[in-house]
């Protein structure tokens, strides 16, 4: 007890009366101090981790450890996280920091491994408690279970929450291993039985321990990362942050009620794509907050909303995540093995470079390689050809996709792949296979090939069709 001393002598005011002395000390003694440490969950709104340990404790110390795992090189020699993402998430930290710092507080930035950062920063600040989002995918699970064997080994307990899911897991209408295995079935049930929870407060001011040493974001270059280029035909430039997501949330209004406007769709609500993946995958926003809002743009009506159906999309590939683990993405043993073509290596590397020959997937594959960002239309384009026409291995193209893309999520990214390969997956459910034998949106006409390839200007638009797949 004696060690911990100093670090109270400052609060001490000087008194000629002991007992008020004393009294002033043990009862800093006594204060309860809960280190939040934020992962993919970078907002501040509809943060339940940080609005519980503001009512729970006296201080919060908010944390973000920048994990040296996520900054490695893959097995084939790419970056685990290419600079468009890695970009991403720097701005989104900061802003994380900028946000906290207007509500009185402070965010510690450190680069190193969560398992060794954490238990060090809790003794330093005598955390109580530590407070974090659950994941369902394993490397980020494998993470946290070191974490929480780090911090038992000082006494110290990692509460989990549940924050990621537009469903609350509790609100459920069946438990994790009941849950319907068809996309269908699960929407259904969960559309009748289950409800989308309020909500929870933004905090006012959130006290924090005094902080000698908050740290520094490191740079893309410290990451060993090149800063990326943005190339001007982007269709727009992500900045991370939950400021920027909340403006992204308003945009995607004013985009609907244009379209509306002006009759682009006649039946139905409008369908447009809200270009809000980066933010949902970091937790710049919340998936509540989105259901809300779009409740009161809709006038509280629930018309099978395209936003709230992509959101289900979403939370069915993690709670798929949470039933089967990492046997949700394996070829079950009664399944026919895929037949994989010989020179599928030399295939995938024509496939990545955007130069299979086939005028659409190169075009698509080029705007990935130069933004990091593509649509769900085009993704599902190049993860069927690569898998079915040039029958290369899908989880090449998983590892390509989580490298480059901008909003990759473990879950969405290796659901929907291995849902295109057809994973453990109810054909009933293929939506896949039926878009791509639509060539009717506007990515597949002409002039979207002229902006990627522009090589191709002068060639007639009938032989750049995706007939010729
Ligand atoms: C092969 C493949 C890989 C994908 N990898 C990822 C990934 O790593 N990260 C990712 O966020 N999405 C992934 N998706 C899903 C989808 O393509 C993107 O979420 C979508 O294109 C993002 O654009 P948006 O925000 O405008 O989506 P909107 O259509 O506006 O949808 C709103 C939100 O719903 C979620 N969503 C939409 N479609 C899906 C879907 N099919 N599965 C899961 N969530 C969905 C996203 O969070 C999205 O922001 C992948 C799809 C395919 C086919």
Known sequence: MSNNLP????????????????????????????????????????NEILLEAIRKADKVLPVYCFDPFYFTKTTTGEPKTGNFRARFL??????LRKNLRAHGAEL?????????????????????EVYHHREVAHEE???????????????????????????HKEDLPFPIKDIPDSFATFKKKIERDSNVRPCIDTPGEISTPVITDAGELPTLQQLGLDE??????????????????????????INIDKADQQKVVKQGPASIASKLSPWVALGCISLRHIYWEVMKHEGNVNNNNPLILELLWRDYFRFMF???????????????????????????????????GIPLVDA???????????????????????????????MKGAK??????????????????????????????????????????????????????????????????????
């Not at 720097?90 to 802003?95: C, G, N, Q, T, Y």
């Not at 895929?338 to 470079?353: T, Y």
């Not at 960002?373 to 993704?379: D, G």
Request: charged share 25%.
């Open 108 to 128: 510690i930035i450190r680069t190193g491994h969560p398992a060794e950062i954490l238990p060090l920063l809790a003794e330093e600040y005598h955390v109580n």
């Open 141 to 167: 699970t494998d993470i946290s279970e070191q974490v929480e064997a780090a911090l038992w080994k000082i006494k110290l307990n990692l509460k989990h929450f549940i924050g990621h899911t537009l469903y």
């Open 322 to 356: 949470k039933k089967h683990g990492q046997k949700f993405i394996a070829q079950s043993n009664d399944e026919e093995q895929p037949e994989l073509a010989a020179n599928q290596d030399e295939l995938f590397e024509k496939w990545k470079n955007g130069d299979t």
């Open 90 to 95: 720097l701005e989104s930290v900061a802003d």
């Open 7 to 46: 670090k109270y002598e400052k609060d001490i005011k000087i008194c000629n009366f002991c007992t008020l002395l004393f009294a002033e000390v043990s009862c800093k003694m006594s204060e309860i101090t809960i280190l939040v440490w934020f992962r993919n969950d970078l907002r501040i709104h509809d």
């Open 228 to 253: 990326p280029v943005d190339d001007p035909r982007a269709t727009i430039r992500f900045i991370g942050g939950e400021t920027e997501a909340l403006k992204q949330l308003q945009q995607y209004f």
């Open 400 to 469: 390509y996709f989580e490298e480059k893309l901008i909003d990759y999520s473990p879950a969405s990214n290796w659901g929907n792949w291995a849902f295109i390969a057809g994973i453990n997956s109810d054909p009933r459910d293929s939506r896949y296979f039926n878009l791509v034998k639509q060539p009717t949106e506007a990515e597949m006409k002409g002039d979207f090939i002229d902006t990627w390839l522009p090589e191709l200007k002068n060639v007639d638009e009938k032989y750049l069709h995706i007939t010729s797949l």
């Open 364 to 394: 698509i594959m080029h705007e990935l390689n130069a933004t990091g960002y593509i649509n769900n239309y085009s993704r599902q384009i190049v993860a069927v050809y690569l898998v079915a026409n040039l029958k290369a291995d899908w």
